[in-house]
């Protein structure tokens, strides 16, 4: 057992996903301080060794398992932000990006990883490292393409309008009375066409 | 007992204050998950009925122990919202109001409050009634006063903006690496300079 610890063992991706269902449904549930991963486990039907031998922890764990929600139609790749203009991207992206962000489970979640922030700090961490932070750096890319067109304003520092943007959304979803996508959608125009990033068409 | 309860019996403010302090300290401690009356009680040294008897559930206890921790001075009074200029408002209140929001606590208070949001929504209702919309209207004058001046532009909602500037502090307070409050100051000066509500003084 102890040998098999970290390496050798070919891995179930079933069983994988097993683990990661467990932990996304208990993290929603009771959040990070009611999720245990001997908990985890006996949801999955697996024992305990069986995902410590794959995560080196509860956050490790968890973190992955939101990521593995979050639909990846939400953000372009990096050639689209090479390629196409802000606009264009924003524009193709922008009905299914509402709906995922109007649905209950990302409310749920956004919930969640906010809340975990300031007592379980590592889950941010890991969370920030692994899923934020690549984003976040195609969302600068754009910000830059739109600061050299003129339509962003050059002097404004894009980590604080990514957080303006991000801030916006996920604040609004936890707000009593909470969105659906039709209005999720208005809403995210609003926010884009206050950065500079989004122009309402003029059919629209 | 039965008798007194709700009506009559004369209120020791030492004991309201002795019983939010608790309120307060277990919400930070362990979320509102992990916060009963039994043991917000224990914690103020008095009985259960005596929590009971001021307030009819521990959202709404929570809510107003919350509320009382926010520094007045975080808000411009209606009058000054009426005479003064936005941008003369926010010079004088922002450096208390960047201290607060980088302080441990302000950050620890904001992680529970979004975590809570999905899960015990009773608690960010009262949160919001009492709190959050009193501060909002506010807010949306000084929009209202900025919009007319030509600062904000006409056709922004003021809703909008309103969470795109609480939104970016919030989440930028939970990201990992928070700021100081020097780092702060400078972080809203940006988030109201890119609504139009602040313009840096020619010196700074």
Chains 1, 2 share one sequence.
Do not use: C, N
């Amino acid at each position: 057992m102890t040998a098999a610890r970290g390496r050798g063992r070919p891995r179930d991706p079933q069983t994988d996903t097993a683990i990661l269902r467990a932990a996304l449904e208990l993290f929603i549930e009771r959040g990070v301080e009611g999720a245990s991963i001997e908990q985890i486990a006996k949801r999955a039907g697996v024992g305990k060794l069986t995902v410590y031998r794959r995560w080196s922890g509860k956050e490790e764990l968890i973190a992955q398992a939101v990521e593995q929600t979050i639909p990846r139609d939400l953000v372009p790749s990096p050639e689209d932000v090479e390629a196409m203009a802000p606009q264009e991207i924003i524009e193709r992206m922008l009905p299914a990006a509402a709906e995922t962000v109007a649905s209950p489970e990302f409310r749920a979640l956004t919930a969640r990883m906010m809340g975990s922030a300031v007592s379980h700090p590592a889950l941010m961490a890991a969370y920030w490292k692994h899923h934020i932070l690549p984003r976040r750096e195609l969302a600068a890319a754009m910000l830059r393409h739109a600061q050299k067109d003129g339509a962003v304003s050059a002097d404004a520092d894009p980590d604080v309008l990514i957080d303006m943007m991000v801030g916006a959304v996920t604040w609004r979803v936890l707000q009593p009375d909470p969105p659906d996508a039709a209005e999720m959608l208005r809403y995210i125009k609003a926010v884009y066409q206050q950065i500079g990033l989004y122009r309402p068409s003029p059919e629209s």
